[in-house]
């Protein structure tokens, strides 16, 4: 299988190391299109398979996958409109784009969208995808082969919900960097150095996290594990539900969502 990567940042570069170190793309099957050609190259594509002119990339490639940043795709959809063919097929990982409008700016049928996360560098991700309806089930399997190198995939019928995938799991990464920083930030403030406040905060995640993965119980029943009755996890939690953290979250993801649907229209 040929693969085209049209924008070489951060999914870009993910994608096509997913791709080939699960062997299921062989590094010269790999075609990138770039806006200058890079000085050094990372991993086993080769250099002539990198161009800056899509007419080299895209006849070669038989998934072609869109991975520049929403706001750079109308100036990229211009250079590369009718270019495509009707057994090519085209994913997607743009936030907010709609699979009509790919399709409407680029003259691209088979279209798949998705939504992964930055931990598919580790193939830890987790990507929900859904796809056009002129897409057979031979195609679909196609994409969530590749996808699922970099980790977990969802697929949805319903569109509207990868804009809530990437509210979700898309942006989620940032949120919990977000909150182990605040945590080792108050660590620090309790007197322990920036690298232990990071140990401490680092494996109390893991450890929560794995605890959770092995386990049947529901979120509310592992916090009652932690926090015993006029203890110190408790008072910690009333705080966090005095100032509606739960509530904050909801209103943090649902302006995401917002935005999603923002870089799309
Ligand atoms: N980062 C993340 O965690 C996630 C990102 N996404 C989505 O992935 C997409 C890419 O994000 P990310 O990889 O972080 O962004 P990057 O900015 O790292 O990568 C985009 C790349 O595309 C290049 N580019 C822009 N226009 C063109 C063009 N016309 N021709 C060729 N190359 C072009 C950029 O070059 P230059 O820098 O020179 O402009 C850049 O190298 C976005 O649409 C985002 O919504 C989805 C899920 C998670
Ligand atoms: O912040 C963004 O717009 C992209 C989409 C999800 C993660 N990064």
């Not at 699960?22 to 890079?38: E, Q």
């Not at 970099?150 to 979700?168: F, H, Q, R």
């Amino acid at each position: 299988m040929k693969i085209a990567i049209l924008g070489y940042g951060n999914m870009g570069k993910t994608y096509a190391q997913s791709f080939i170190n699960s062997g299921v793309v062989k590094p010269a099957d790999v075609f990138v299109l770039c806006k200058r050609p890079p000085l050094i190259i990372n991993n086993t594509i080769p250099f002539e398979n990198f161009s800056t002119n899509s007419s080299e990339v895209i006849p070669n490639a038989d998934v072609i996958i869109l991975s520049v940043k929403p706001q750079d795709f109308p100036e990229l959809a211009k250079s590369i409109s009718g270019k495509f063919n009707d057994n090519q097929l085209v994913l997607s990982v743009m936030a907010g784009v709609k699979m009509a409008s790919i399709a409407l700016s680029t003259g691209a049928s088979k279209i798949v969208r998705s939504m992964p996360n930055v931990a598919s560098q580790i193939g830890m991700g987790m990507t929900v995808f859904s796809a056009s309806g002129n897409i057979g089930m031979e195609n679909l399997m196609i994409v969530q082969n590749l996808l699922n190198t970099t980790g977990k995939s969802l697929y949805v019928s319903d569109e509207d919900k990868i804009d809530a995938a990437t509210a979700v799991s898309g942006s989620g990464p940032a949120y919990v960097f977000y909150f182990m920083e605040a945590m080792m930030q108050a660590a620090q403030k309790l007197g322990f150095t920036e690298s232990e406040a990071e140990t401490l905060v680092g494996q109390t995640f893991m450890g929560a996290i794995n605890l959770q993965n092995g386990s049947s119980l529901n979120g509310r029943e592992l916090i009652a594990k932690v926090a015993s009755k006029g203890g110190t996890t408790e008072r910690a939690l009333a705080v966090m539900d005095n100032a509606s953290v739960t509530e904050i979250v909801s209103k943090a993801i649902n302006a995401a969502n917002q935005r999603a649907r923002e870089l799309g229209s």
